[in-house]
């Protein structure tokens, strides 16, 4: 059983870069066809994707938000991390990170962390 938990701050400042890192257990983020994503749900509204990291440690991400996101990782601790830089009060939401297989089906998901932009 696959099991993925995010954490990071639950609160940042305006113009500063959030930080958030999902840790993986029952599977590794090295195994070949899955796809490690993270997501976000903003309140009141719907999941926005936003990138994700690949087995190969290939990345891609929304295009609306590719200019302030980077996703990388950390293989040794099975982990992979989201940067967003600039925050906003609309970068507010509800973060999830989830694998996904080649179908973009997201089977896993972590139970997800809050973040709240505010100065």
């Known amino acids: 059983q696959v099991q993925l938990q995010e954490s990071g701050p639950g609160l940042v400042k305006p113009s500063q870069t959030l930080s958030l890192t999902c840790t993986v257990s029952g599977g590794s983020i090295t195994t070949n066809g899955y796809y490690w994503s993270w997501i976000r749900q903003p309140p009141g509204k719907g999941l926005e994707w936003i990138g994700y990291?690949?087995?190969?440690?290939?990345?891609y991400y929304s295009p609306s938000l590719k200019s302030r996101t980077s996703i990388s990782r950390d293989t040794s601790k099975n982990q992979f991390t989201l940067q967003l830089s600039s925050v906003t009060p609309e970068d507010t939401a509800v973060y999830y990170c989830a694998r996904m297989d080649g179908n973009w089906n997201h089977d896993y998901w972590g139970q997800g962390t809050q973040v709240t932009v505010s100065s």
């Open positions: 990291i690949r087995d190969d440690a290939y990345t």
